[in-house]
Every structure is written in structure tokens, then in C-alpha cells.
């Protein structure tokens, strides 16, 4: 059986989700695990203990690789390691413990235990663990399109605490709903190439404000499923990766004249409730390197203004 075919036995994904994660795995390329991973369809930690269970072998965990004893890193030469897409964690005397993406393939792991002269112990370790390990301790740089998936493995980000206070400022003290669509663009395009705020209007997306992007008769469905719009609303949560070509993504691929391959957009929310989008990217071919816990400030204090916006409102009309 299928990894997908056994996600969807498992009751992990929906065929629909396959179906999409396949279509991605066709234009991007990569294992379809990490496909729905960059999808949020499935977390690296549902998958990697899934794999263990496909396999019916021992999965490689983020406390494995933590920090891994230069002895064993270099065990392997970074040529072979490269080449064959392993990962030696642990040594104990003609054993290397090493995680591997097929750890059932014998032809490749007999390959290994004659060119490394060590016994090889298989374990298995997802594509995106993998690649992200490889360039901490090996200095391998991961393509283009794994890159903005790091957030997953480094969850801390630094919030620029001194202009965050000049923004707060500024949101305090606004008195129209353009002005804090105004500031969230403004404060956003200093990390950012192309911005965009959209607002959701019940079924309807439309473009408001954008700098690096034309939104003007911008309009798309919030309830295709496809969208990557559709994704946000109905998680409530922010989206990071490659704007797939797919038909709900139509409207947006063709004000942004392409599929760029990191993009984020988040959820902005007033009273607990979706009201618009914010949409950032440093264009097609480029990685987004904005800090996301600082665009996750500023969306909290746009949400914030409209609130009071609100308030203000039905103060003056008592």
C-alpha cells in the first residue's frame, strides 16, 4: 500500500487532501509526506511517528538529533552522506545509528556498510528533518522550496520590540479603517516585497490596500476549497509556502503574475472572527526571510484597531 493510500486507511488525511498534496508534489517536486506537511494537512510529528508505523521501524525524533557528537558526524564522509541522503546520529563501536528516508531499501544500505565499513542500523526520518539537519551539521543547503518551512523546526522569533511600540502608537491613535489598513501595509513592506491586505466581505475576497501588488477588481470565492484563502479561513491560522497552481488560486496567481514558492498570508480577525487577509512575499523566486512572529504582531494589533474602531463607533451613536 501507498503512503498516501495508508494516511487515508489511517485516517489521517482525506483523499481530497492527497489529491491536492499530490498535484503540489507534481509541480514542486519532494516526498508526498512533505507535501502535506507544507500543506498543514499533517504535522512533522504525526508523520514521523506514521512513517514508524509504515515502515514497522523506529522513527528518528527531534530529541535524536538535538546535537549530535562530532565523532559521529564524522563517521561519513559529507560526500557520501550527500549522496545518499542519511543522517548518523549515534556510534556505538561498528554500529551507526543513522536515519534514512527508505530504510528498508537493502540494495542502499548494503552499498553503505561496504564504502563506510560500519554496520548500518536503519531508522526512519522525514524528507523535511532530514534536509534541515543536513544543512545544520553538514552545511548541504536545502533547495528553494524547504527553506520556508524552517519556522516549523525554530518556532522562537525575535519581535522587533522598539518599532512594534512606534506601531502601537500609531494604531492607538487612528481614526478611520484605512489608516490601520494603511499602517499594517506600511509597517509590513519594510521586511517585505509585495503586500497585500484583503477583505472578506461573506463569500466574497476582495483586494482593499497592497504596495508591491495591484489589487484593484481583485475578487475570489472564500469557500473554494482549493484556495490557499479557503485554507486560512477555515484553520483561523496563518499559511506559509508556495502558491499552488490550482483553480481556487487563479484570482490571486494573476495579480502576483506567477507561483511564487514562499508566501504567507494571515488571518486578520476582529471579535473572533475573520475580517481580512494579510499577504506577504518577497516575490516569485525568493524566500520570504520576514520575521513571521513579527507580521503575527502586527495582524494581533490591526485586529485590535478595528475593535476599537467598532467601539468608538457605537459610542458616538448613543
Known amino acids: 500500500m501507498k503512503v498516501g493510500d495508508a494516511l487515508i486507511k489511517e485516517g489521517l488525511i482525506t483523499r481530497q487532501q492527497l489529491d491536492l498534496a499530490l498535484q503540489r508534489q507534481v509541480q514542486f517536486g519532494g516526498r508526498i509526506g512533505t507535501n502535506l506537511v507544507e500543506l498543514r494537512f499533517l504535522t512533522e510529528d504525526e508523520l514521523t511517528k506514521f512513517l514508524g508505523r509504515y515502515f514497522k521501524m523506529p522513527a528518528v525524533s527531534p530529541e535524536m538529533i538535538a546535537s549530535i557528537d562530532e565523532e559521529v558526524l564524522g563517521s561519513v564522509s559529507r560526500e557520501i552522506i550527500e549522496k545518499y541522503k542519511i543522517l548518523p546520529f549515534k556510534r556505538e563501536r561498528s554500529r551507526l545509528h543513522s536515519g534514512m528516508l527508505n530504510p528498508k531499501d537493502i540494495k542502499e544500505i548494503d552499498e553503505l556498510?561496504?564504502?563506510?565499513?560500519?554496520?548500518?542500523?536503519?531508522?526512519?526520518?522525514?524528507?523535511?528533518?532530514?534536509?534541515?539537519?543536513?544543512?545544520?551539521?553538514?552545511?548541504?543547503?536545502?533547495?528553494?522550496?524547504?527553506?520556508?518551512?524552517?519556522?516549523?523546526?525554530?518556532?522562537?522569533?525575535?519581535?522587533?520590540?522598539?518599532?512594534?511600540?512606534?506601531?502601537?502608537?500609531?494604531?492607538?491613535?487612528?481614526?478611520?479603517?484605512?489608516?490601520?489598513?494603511?499602517?499594517?501595509?506600511?509597517?509590513?513592506?519594510?521586511?517585505?516585497?509585495?503586500?497585500?491586505?484583503?477583505?472578506?466581505?461573506?463569500?466574497k475576497i476582495a483586494g482593499w490596500k497592497a504596495r508591491g501588488l495591484n489589487l484593484e477588481g481583485f475578487a475570489a470565492q472564500a469557500e473554494d476549497?482549493?484556495?490557499?484563502?479557503?485554507?486560512?479561513?477555515?484553520?483561523?491560522?496563518?499559511?506559509?509556502?508556495?502558491?499552488?497552481?490550482?483553480?481556487?488560486?487563479?484570482?490571486?496567481?494573476?495579480?502576483?503574475?506567477?507561483?511564487?514558492?514562499?508566501?504567507?498570508?494571515?488571518?486578520?480577525?476582529?471579535?473572533?472572527?475573520?475580517?481580512?487577509?494579510?499577504?506577504?512575499?518577497?516575490?516569485?523566486?525568493?524566500?520570504?526571510?520576514?520575521?513571521?512572529?513579527?507580521?503575527?504582531?502586527?495582524?494581533?494589533?490591526?485586529?485590535?484597531?478595528?475593535?476599537?474602531?467598532?467601539?468608538?463607533?457605537?459610542?458616538?451613536?448613543?
Open 225 to 318: 476549497e482549493l484556495s490557499v484563502f479557503s485554507d486560512v479561513l477555515r484553520r483561523r491560522s496563518y499559511y506559509r509556502g508556495p502558491v499552488l497552481r490550482v483553480k481556487g488560486n487563479e484570482p490571486l496567481i494573476k495579480v502576483l503574475s506567477g507561483t511564487p514558492q514562499d508566501a504567507l498570508l494571515m488571518p486578520i480577525e476582529i471579535r473572533e472572527k475573520v475580517a481580512a487577509l494579510l499577504y506577504v512575499d518577497n516575490g516569485n523566486n525568493s524566500v520570504l526571510d520576514g520575521n513571521v512572529g513579527y507580521l503575527s504582531k502586527l495582524v494581533s494589533l490591526a485586529g485590535l484597531a478595528f475593535e476599537m474602531m467598532i467601539v468608538r463607533k457605537k459610542i458616538l451613536e448613543q
Open 113 to 203: 556498510r561496504f564504502i563506510t565499513t560500519f554496520d548500518i542500523i536503519p531508522y526512519v526520518i522525514t524528507e523535511l528533518r532530514l534536509l534541515f539537519a543536513l544543512e545544520k551539521y553538514y552545511g548541504i543547503k536545502r533547495e528553494l522550496r524547504y527553506i520556508s518551512v524552517t519556522d516549523r523546526f525554530n518556532p522562537g522569533e525575535k519581535v522587533e520590540e522598539e518599532s512594534i511600540d512606534k506601531i502601537k502608537r500609531a494604531f492607538a491613535d487612528v481614526k478611520e479603517t484605512e489608516e490601520i489598513a494603511g499602517i499594517l501595509i506600511q509597517a509590513a513592506f519594510k521586511i517585505a516585497e509585495r503586500v497585500g491586505v484583503f477583505t472578506l466581505k461573506g463569500k
